[in-house]
């Protein structure tokens, strides 16, 4: 009998800096803890962003750094004793939103670089800091490091989907096709998945125009693009039509650059969910819709 596992991971990653990843990881998690989800979000970023923008407080030598070293010196017999990640965990109040979700703080990993490097099976690491606690939640969202930082193949190991951002624009749709095909080459080399283009979802994001058509256009080139390349590639779109981006009602095809959305807006004013403007509140029920549909459609597990 298939195994009936309910748990999943996504990671939003992103070719260039700047794209989303930290803002969507977080507004993505207050959604799904909203919808009663059991929701913890894994800062990854050595920047430490998200924890900046959901942690009051963070306790010193309690953050992903200092875990990964206990585990690093427990692997190599320097300790016998390891902490419970759990210790570690910060509950995060939704803004404007009655739900909590998890944070585990980021910390600077760089510093541990050379060490992990010389452990073996490195890539697992991650894996098996969070093997403890993982049967906690419904939905573990990793911010993921900048892919070219050299412990990106961590979050590859430890995520069966992600969340590609992206903004408008040719150089940009050829960075993030590049990405894609180092994910894909680890995905194939580790796990022999046949098909790793079905456990990623690319989302536009920043989009500046304010013309449907150029819109729709990006979108179709965007989609064009990366499909030709990797047929079964999804890149969010719903069809389900509403004002998203002023007076005429079409498709959401990605989010619009607004100064009324964001992670700094979030602080300000809450959850996009509970946004006075109709049209940020139906993009990102856009959104979740399609991201939900995607990960229902693609898990490589049963889904209830
Ligand atoms: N659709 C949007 N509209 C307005 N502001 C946005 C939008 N998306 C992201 N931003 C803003 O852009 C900035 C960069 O976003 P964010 O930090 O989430 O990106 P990132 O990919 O995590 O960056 P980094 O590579 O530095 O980790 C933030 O100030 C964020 O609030
Ligand atoms: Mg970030």
């Known amino acids: 009998m298939a195994k009936n596992i309910i748990m999943h991971t996504l990671s ?27 929701v913890l979000l894994i800062d990854l970023d050595s920047s430490a962003t998200a924890t900046l923008w959901t942690v009051k407080n963070v306790e010193e030598n309690c953050d992903i750094k200092t875990l990964m070293k206990e585990l690093l010196d427990y692997r190599l ?10 210790q570690c ?14 944070i585990l703080p980021g910390g600077n990993l760089n510093d541990l670089t050379m060490e992990i490097f ?31 930082y050299p412990h990106f193949p961590m979050v590859v190991m430890f995520t069966p989907f992600y969340i590609a951002l992206t903004r408008p624009g040719g150089p940009e749709r050829e960075k993030t096709a590049l990405l894609l095909d180092r994910i894909f080459a680890m995905l194939k080399r580790h796990f ?22 150029d819109i729709e256009r990006e979108w179709n080139t965007l989609y064009k693009t990366l499909a030709e390349r990797y047929p079964g590639i999804t890149v969010i779109r719903n069809d389900k039509a509403d004002y998203y981006y002023g007076e005429v009602q079409t498709p959401f095809y990605g989010f619009k ?24 509140k139906a993009q990102f029920t856009a959104y979740m819709e399609s991201l939900t549909e995607f990960i229902k459609a693609n898990a490589p597990y049963q889904v209830e």
Not at 23 to 33: E, K, S, V, Y
Not at 195 to 210: D, F, G, H, S, W
């Open 118 to 148: 010389s452990t073996p099976k490195w890539e697992i690491l991650l894996d098996e800091l969070i093997a403890p606690i993982k049967e906690d939640f419904d939905y573990i969202i990793v911010d993921s490091p900048n892919w070219l």
């Open 192 to 213: 022999s998945i046949p098909e790793p283009e079905k456990y990623v979802a690319v989302l536009l994001n920043q989009i500046r125009t304010t013309k449907v058509a």
């Open 257 to 280: 650059l607004r100064n009324d959305l964001g992670a700094e807006e979030y602080q300000k004013s809450g959850h996009p969910l509970k946004s006075n403007n109709k049209a940020i």
């Open 77 to 86: 017999g320097r300790t016998r004793n390891i902490r419970d990640v759990k």
């Open 12 to 38: 939003f990653i992103s070719a260039s800096g700047g794209v989303g990843k930290t803002t969507f990881a977080i507004l993505t998690a207050g959604a799904l803890a909203a919808r009663g989800k059991r």
């Open 89 to 102: 965990l910060h509950k995060h109040k939704v803004r404007g939103l009655d739900a909590v979700f998890y």
